[in-house]
């Protein structure tokens, strides 16, 4: 040991003091570089405003000039703006401009100078540049841009370089004790010995056991934290399934609770006659989430709507599901006729739901509504904290009916891990902002510890959406938000449905399904048959697809008599006067089209508007030719990929909106914009005409990725980052009680 140190001591030293020099010398460079490039920036921006801003400054017009700063600064780096008059007023800012830049305290600046001002939120660059008309100076504009990212790459960049130095301490340091191996060679004996668990060296080796069981105990602990890192980087490597996803719970959620909270529930007892029958509602949401319950267990939060809902339930308002193999609990809550109407007919559905959806339907906001909102949330708030058997429990909150209640259980359960998945799109800053409710609604979600979208895209429109609107700190490069002294992740995770589906467990083999769903519907063997299934919502596409057949009709008549278009419609939300609306607009078009290309024996469009069981939508799957998705926005659909899964032939075409997350990720669809009714019925045209060999081709990609990445890789995704923040936190806690033991 005397010998290596000999060599180690020094070479230390020399290291040490080579990073000490280097690192302010990297930092001042780092520094000068972006101030630079701040400079010119300003210098360039100034120029570019000089001309408009002189013309909107002699007319005075301060509603436009306000405008006109405000479009300025949504560059990401420009933090305010200010204009001074020649007699060092401040006439003109934004509401970011800080008041301790007054025009006397930068008169000193000369004209494209610049200075570093520190203030408590962090530095900030200012340069101040002069504004002229027609040879006379109207005034200094103040451009101030955020330096607080200069301060984080500096701060970054050190690290890099103390980890090199690291790094090349630990090679310097290696070399040496293999210069020293033969004074080295007990030690690092025991420590291969323990990095292949072998136990300890024995003590003819010459090294006494019990100086190695620290070091061991570390060791182990250190390939264990690596282990289960690279076991989180390897996710793809899994096999997903309920198995594996239980698996993963145990290993890295082990005695933790679940808890799903949600306005639909999985099951629905309603009653027929002297029956209670159970009933799975037409949902995207439960045809995700309810598989994972079973695979993972916990309770799951919902609303009672059904007629016999009451009548199962016990005196704690819970019942054991599913029916055959009851492995979760539902807690349901109970809504007067009033709270149903205002939260959910009323704020979710007439205001956040056309809000979301670019459908061209205006969204209607009302107070009682939202007061029946907020009120809803707490009581569901307040039934997590009642369900809630440790203070720290999982927290999966589903859907825009709940966009407040993650702040609400923060409140009571601060140590709470909440993930709150949005199923729907979320909308740009400039469609958002016409909610009066809009930074509650924000705020609300931010007190989740993850908020996840289906897409990339709707995540950056939630954070464009908190930058205009918070007063948050953002890092665009890790999409987590700080707000309140809370850290909030912003993250995608594409839904998709289970693998394999449990729905084709009993289903008669392809053949006999075309045979039975023919034979049903009175078409002969050879009738072509395309699907739809949708609940009857105008962001679905319904009226354009129905025009799409038509248009089919009119450019390609050899399909009139051979093609039949079937649409699965589930009633929805039917109180409502836009959907009233829509649904006659809809029966109205199918009349129509049946009574222009019908005739006796033939209906081209086959309209069914109730309500169809799993097993019997599947059925229809797999007896269709083509499905056709023509959603106006949509977070997925999984329609589409339930038709996939429903075709273990490898038959059939997918015809996909480009406005679903879907669309994203199956290229091989034939992806259409539903609005060009033209398009769409090209690719009818083209998928009633596709050959087998390119419909198996098509089907097998897109088979093989929804195998893939299945709902069970949806969930296992979030849970294994709730599990890695949870560990993050436990450790600092522990981390913190220790320091305070040592003070």
């Known amino acids: 040991m005397r010998l290596s140190l000999r060599f180690i001591l020094p070479l230390l030293l020399v290291l040490g003091v080579v990073a000490y020099s280097v690192v302010p010398l990297v930092d001042s460079l780092t520094l000068k570089w972006f101030t630079r490039d701040l400079e010119s920036r300003s210098k360039l921006l100034a120029s570019t405003m000089e001309v408009p801003l002189a013309d909107l400054v002699i007319s005075r017009s301060r509603t436009k000039i306000f405008a006109y700063f405000h479009k300025v600064i949504q560059d990401e780096r420009l933090y305010a703006l200010g204009f001074c008059d020649t007699q060092q007023r401040l006439l003109y800012q934004t509401l970011t401009y800080p008041d301790q830049l007054s025009c006397e305290s930068l008169a000193h600046l000369a004209p494209g100078s610049s200075e570093v001002v520190e203030f408590a939120q962090g530095p900030l660059h200012v340069v101040v540049a002069i504004i002229q008309s027609g040879g006379k100076v109207q005034g200094r504009l103040m451009l101030v841009h955020d330096m607080s990212f200069v301060h984080q790459r500096s701060t970054d960049t050190k690290w890099y370089i103390f980890y090199l130095f690291v790094g090349l301490a630990g090679l310097i340091s290696a070399v040496t004790v293999l210069v020293a191996q033969l004074s080295w060679r007990g030690w690092v004996a025991g420590v291969r010995a323990m990095l292949t668990s072998k136990g300890l060296p024995a003590e003819s080796a010459g090294i006494h056991s019990p100086e190695l069981h620290p070091v061991a105990q570390d060791l182990h602990a250190l390939v264990r934290e690596l282990e289960a890192d690279r076991r989180m980087r390897d996710e793809s490597q899994i096999t997903w399934s309920p198995a594996s996803l239980k698996t993963i719970l145990h290993e890295h959620l082990s005695g933790d609770e679940i808890l799903i909270v949600s306005n639909r529930q999985p099951y629905i007892h309603n009653r ?6 159970v009933q799975l509602p037409a949902s995207g949401l439960v045809s995700a989430l309810e598989p994972v319950m079973r695979a993972c267990s916990g309770v799951w939060i919902a ?8 009548e ?3 005196s704690r ?14 807690r349901r809550l109970w809504l007067s006729p009033d709270e149903e109407s205002g939260f959910y007919y009323g704020f979710s559905n007439e205001g956040l739901w056309p809000l979301c959806h670019n459908a061209h339907v205006r969204p209607t906001f009302r107070t009682s509504d939202w007061e029946q909102y907020v009120a809803v949330n707490a009581r569901f708030a ?4 009642e369900e809630a058997k440790t203070d720290d429990p999982v927290v999966l909150v589903q859907d825009y009916h709940f966009a407040l209640l993650p702040k609400m259980v923060r409140e009571k359960l601060p140590n709470a891990t909440i993930i709150m998945f949005w199923h729907i799109p979320w909308p740009n800053s400039e469609s958002y902002g016409i909610c009066p409710w809009r930074q509650e609604i924000l705020e609300g979600l931010l007190g989740s510890s993850i908020v996840g979208f289906h ?3 709707h995540g950056n429109h939630f954070l464009s959406c908190i930058d205009r609107i918070l007063e948050a700190r953002i890092d665009r490069d890790s999409s987590t938000v700080s707000y309140g002294g809370r850290l909030t992740a912003v993250n995608p995770y594409p839904i998709s449905i289970e693998w394999p589906s449990r729905w084709l467990e009993n289903q008669r083999p392809v053949p006999d399904c075309r045979v039975h769903i023919r034979e049903r519907h009175a078409m002969g063997p050879d009738r072509l048959v395309g699907i739809g ?10 009226i354009e697809r129905f025009l799409a057949v038509e248009r089919l009709f009119e450019l390609q008549p050899e399909w009139i008599g051979k093609f039949s278009f079937v649409q699965i419609a589930a009633p929805s939300r039917t109180i409502i006067d836009q959907y009233q609306h829509f649904h006659d607009q809809v029966y109205a078009l199918a009349e129509r089209i049946n009574k222009r290309f019908g005739r006796e024996g033939y209906e081209p469009i086959v309209l069914k508007v109730k309500h169809h069981e799993p097993p019997d939508v599947y059925e229809y799957y797999r007896a269709s030719d083509l499905c056709f998705v023509t959603s106006l926005h949509d977070g997925m659909n999984l329609v589409a990929k339930e038709f996939i899964a429903a075709r273990d032939d490898e038959q059939g075409v997918l015809i996909l909106s480009q406005f679903t997350g879907a669309a994203q990720e199956l290229p091989e669809a034939l992806v259409v914009n539903p609005y060009d009714i033209d398009q769409c019925a090209a690719a009818l045209h083209m998928a009633l005409s596709m050959t087998p060999k390119e419909q198996r081709a098509r089907m097998r990609s897109m088979r093989g990725l929804i195998q893939e990445f299945n709902v069970y890789r949806w969930a296992g995704r979030m849970l294994m980052d709730a599990a890695r923040m949870r560990r993050r936190i436990r450790v600092m806690k522990q981390v913190g009680q220790a320091s305070g033991r040592g003070r």
Do not use: C, F, M
């Open 272 to 277: 027929r006659g002297q029956k209670i029958e």
């Open 303 to 310: 609303h009672g709507n059904g007629s016999a809902d009451r």
């Open 312 to 314: 199962v339930v016990d």
């Open 317 to 330: 308002d819970h019942v054991r599901v599913p029916p055959d193999h009851p492995s979760y609990d539902i």
């Open 382 to 385: 307040q039934a997590v904290v």
């Open 455 to 457: 897409t990339r895209e």
């Open 533 to 542: 299934v949708d609940r009857l919502d105008y962001t679905k596409g319904i």
